[in-house]
Every structure is written in C-alpha cells, then in structure tokens.
C-alpha cells in the first residue's frame, strides 16, 4: 500500500467535507466530531452526488442530492437504500494526515468508469 500525505489534521474541518484530489480520485475526506477522520470517494451510488458536501451525523454522511446515508466506517449505504461506496485508509503520523492506496488504484478507478478495463 502507497500513503499519499493529504495535509494536516487542523486543515480538516470538524463535521465538513473537503475534496482531495490523488490522480484521477476524487475523495471526500471528512473529520468526525470525535477527532475520527475518514476517507470514502466523492461518488453518491445512487445519482452521484458529490458526498463531501453532505451533512455530517456521527459516523454517517448524508448524500446532499437525496439524502441517502451512508456509514463511513465501511462505505454502507444504510437501509431501505441499498449499495456502497469505496472507502480509503487514513493514517494520522503526528499532525500530517495520509491516505492509503493499493498501487495504481488512483488510475484504475478513471479507466473502470470509462470502460478501458
């Protein structure tokens, strides 16, 4: 696994979403009230819509086209919706925030969505 440095902690708005950019990811990284911070795509299931500026409630975000919720822990989208969204390591060294990746993931993403794969 390859850890990009994504900033540092204080950079990351208590129960705001910010978009990070790692390649062709796009990533909705988000910093619980409880100091947690967690990493999924900025990709709603159901419509797409971008989850970095939904509403933060405990460990869930509400997508802001349809408010679908989704679990950050595991990238669930809570019932009666059904699907997932694909969730990113996050490592805290000291003040700096990474995130962790699987070797080339940032490129195969974009080539999964336009059908090069």
């Known amino acids: 696994m390859r850890e990009v440095t994504i900033?540092?902690?204080?950079?990351?708005?208590?129960r705001t979403g910010r978009v990070v950019h790692i390649g062709n990811l796009e990533l909705a990284v988000f910093r619980l009230s409880g100091g947690e911070?967690?990493?999924?795509?900025?990709?709603?299931?159901h419509r797409g819509g971008?989850?970095?500026?939904?509403?933060?409630?405990?460990?869930y975000v509400y997508c802001p086209?349809?408010?679908w919720k989704i679990r950050l822990k595991d990238g669930k989208v809570q019932?009666?919706?059904?699907?997932?969204?694909?969730t990113y390591?996050?490592?805290v060294e000291g003040d700096e925030v990474k995130i962790g990746l699987r070797e080339n993931e940032e490129f195969r993403q974009r080539e999964e969505e336009t059908g090069l794969v």
């Open 65 to 67: 086209l349809h408010e």
């Open 50 to 59: 971008p989850l970095a500026e939904g509403m933060i409630s405990g460990g």
């Open 79 to 86: 019932d009666p919706d059904s699907g997932c969204v694909q």
């Open 37 to 45: 911070i967690r990493a999924v795509e900025n990709r709603c299931p």
């Open 7 to 14: 900033g540092k902690v204080t950079e990351i708005p208590e």
């Open 89 to 91: 390591p996050v490592i």
